[in-house]
């Protein structure tokens, strides 16, 4: 069975532009998260979809959108790029649980690598 | 506000020996889930373990097991006959079992496996 997968592998963009990342979760896994991934810290938690509803947003500035389709893939949208937002972006996907998947396991995709000029 | 600490940012382990990864965290939840991940240079963030806060004996896979102390809020990864594949970036991970949440992470250690 696929894995995650988010496309594409890697982004070059400039201070300004905006950018659409990827994401499909594994066959029969209904919610994603969106995470992103400063060099040197953990992930930290942008946003989590569920059945194409949000369900959870972190600590991140309004330029960060994102929706999840009928076949549950997502998407994440970021505008006015600024060079803070250099970072790996980590698409995970979960099966239903109780909680919505908090008490399941997360998958993690390889991540897109998003390089802010 | 849930946090976890990871206080190692770096470590090295001699091929074959035992290493021990410490993680602390604070919540006020009663209920919740702990998770290893590894993540080695490829970047894909991989599941090595999961606790969950009821269950008091500690889980096991393979060379991996934890020590969960949940009254000092301690959940350290212990890696037993360490191979070279091991080395990587190790990020302890918390959940509340309650409500659509997500994980949160420590800064990470960085295990290095030397032969």
């Known amino acids: 069975d696929a894995g995650v997968t988010q496309s594409p592998t890697h982004l070059i963009k400039t201070r300004g532009q905006q950018v659409t990342l990827r994401c499909s979760p594994i066959?029969?896994?209904?919610?994603v998260s969106w995470y992103q991934q400063v060099l040197g810290q953990g992930p930290q938690f942008i946003f989590q979809?569920?059945?194409?509803?949000?369900?959870g947003r972190g600590n991140f500035p309004d330029r960060f959108s994102a929706r999840q389709f009928p076949n549950y893939s997502s998407e994440l949208n970021v505008n006015a790029l600024l060079l803070g937002d250099s970072a790996l972006y980590l698409c995970?996907?979960?099966?239903?649980?109780?909680?919505?998947?908090?008490?399941?396991?997360?998958?993690f995709g390889d991540g897109t690598r998003l390089s802010i000029l | 506000a849930q946090t976890v600490t990871q206080s190692q940012p770096e470590m090295s382990v001699q091929e074959a020996e035992t290493v021990t990864l410490s993680c602390t965290y604070d919540?006020?939840?009663?209920?919740?889930?702990l998770f290893w991940y590894k993540q080695p240079p490829s970047r894909q963030m991989i599941l090595v373990i999961r606790?969950?806060?009821?269950?008091?004996q500690n889980a096991t896979e393979n060379r991996f097991s934890v020590n969960f102390q949940k009254a000092a809020k301690s959940f350290s990864l212990k890696i037993s006959d360490s191979q070279l594949g091991d080395t990587a970036m190790y990020f302890c991970?918390?959940?509340?079992?309650?409500?659509?949440?997500?994980?949160?992470f420590g800064k990470g250690t960085r295990l290095s496996v030397i032969a």
């Open positions: 995970a996907s979960s099966p239903l649980g109780r909680g919505g998947g908090s008490n399941q396991p997360q998958h």
């Open positions: 066959s029969g896994h209904k919610s």
């Open positions: 979809y569920y059945e194409k509803e949000e369900r």
């Open positions: 919540t006020s939840e009663s209920n919740y889930y």
């Open positions: 606790q969950e806060a009821y269950k008091q």
């Open positions: 991970a918390f959940t509340p079992y309650s409500g659509n949440t997500p994980l949160v």
